[in-house]
């Protein structure tokens, strides 16, 4: 994690925020452009009990243990959705795959998803009411 955290921090700017156990990415200033569209952004996240520091969160580090040891590090994309069993359900009808079926986490519903192609990715609802989820949706998403 310390080269990581030396290696984008140099390249891209970015510092870490710990959430809760969880660490993610931030880049400084990012809130501030997100507000350029929702001017009230930050009175959102705190308004549902956001930590300080949120609205510049750009990507999360999630760290590989248990029977995940021999994987190595890499990166996904999340892609943000209005309903994550919606769409699950018609990346099957495109002929996608669901890894991992929908499951809440803290902040969020998700599903584990592949296209046609095999590539893999994350579709993700903000579900404020899920802010206090923790570790089960870890050992969701490390199949655990």
């Known amino acids: 994690m310390d080269g990581a955290k030396s290696f984008y921090g140099s390249v891209f700017g970015w ?5 809760d156990g969880a660490e993610m990415w931030t880049l400084p200033g990012y809130g501030d452009y997100l507000e350029r569209d929702n001017p009230d952004l930050r009175k959102q996240i705190a308004a549902v ?16 243990s ?4 021999d994987t190595p ?8 959705v209005e309903d994550t069993d919606a769409t699950a359900a ?15 986490a803290p902040w969020s519903r998700l599903t584990i998803i592949s ?3 095999g590539a ?11 802010k206090d989820l923790g570790s089960q949706a870890d050992a969701a998403v490390s199949g655990t």
Do not use: C, M, Y
Request: charge should be negative; proline fraction near 11%; aromatic fraction near 8%.
């Open 15 to 19: 510092t870490t925020l710990a959430l």
């Open 49 to 64: 009990g956001g930590p300080t520091g949120f609205e510049d969160v750009v990507a999360s580090i999630n760290p590989i």
């Open 66 to 69: 248990g029977d995940q040891l």
């Open 73 to 80: 590090p890499h990166w996904s994309v999340t892609f943000s």
């Open 90 to 104: 018609r990346a099957t009808e495109l002929g996608g795959k669901v890894i991992v079926p929908p499951f809440d």
């Open 115 to 117: 296209d046609p192609q």
């Open 120 to 130: 893999t990715l994350i579709a993700s609802a903000f579900v404020p009411e899920n």
